[in-house]
């Protein structure tokens, strides 16, 4: 910041303008009129509250983004966790089909398992 407050006001309005073209490509289309205005206010005396405000609102940014990725995460995690556990129950009932005696084609039709899956299922210990 010190640098900066001390540019002359054309090489600090250059500065503005590059870094409002490298920020403004990656931030969500709701913010980038923030950073603009932000960086189109730009003076030497007002270095400090530029630099500020430009934070908070990256801050804002990156904070939005963790929390959709935590939530996307999470929900995947849901939904692998439920076809986890409905494939764990297919194959508890074949096995349990499998003990009661019945052929592999009708176990197929109850669980939806393969062929191939019900046979690996046999080789297993009960």
Same mark, same amino acid.
């Given at each position: 910041?010190?640098?900066?407050?001390?540019?002359?006001?054309?090489?600090?309005?250059?500065?503005?303008?590059?870094?409002? #073209?490298?920020?403004?490509?990656?931030?969500p289309p *709701? %913010?980038? #009129?923030?950073? *603009?205005?932000?960086?189109?206010?730009?003076?030497? %005396?007002?270095? %400090?509250?530029?630099?500020?405000?430009?934070?908070?609102?990256?801050?804002?940014?990156?904070?939005?983004?963790?929390?959709?990725?935590?939530?996307?995460?999470? *929900?995947?995690?849901? *939904? #692998?966790?439920?076809?986890?556990?409905?494939?764990?129950?297919?194959?508890?009932?074949?096995?349990?089909?499998?003990? %009661?005696?019945?052929?592999?084609?009708?176990?197929?039709?109850?669980?939806?398992?393969?062929?191939?899956?019900?046979?690996?299922? #046999?080789?297993?210990?009960?």
């Amino acid at each position: 910041m010190q640098t900066m407050s001390t540019m002359p006001a054309d090489s600090l309005q250059r500065f503005a303008t590059w870094l409002s #073209r490298v920020l403004v490509r990656n931030v969500p289309p *709701e %913010k980038r #009129r923030e950073i *603009e205005t932000i960086l189109s206010s730009v003076n030497t %005396k007002g270095v %400090k509250a530029m630099m500020s405000n430009l934070e908070r609102t990256l801050d804002e940014i990156v904070r939005k983004r963790e929390q959709q990725g935590i939530e996307r995460g999470f *929900e995947q995690g849901i *939904e #692998r966790g439920i076809e986890r556990g409905i494939e764990d129950t297919k194959h508890q009932v074949a096995r349990s089909l499998i003990g %009661k005696g019945m052929d592999d084609p009708f176990i197929t039709d109850v669980t939806g398992l393969s062929l191939e899956t019900i046979r690996r299922l #046999r080789d297993l210990p009960q």
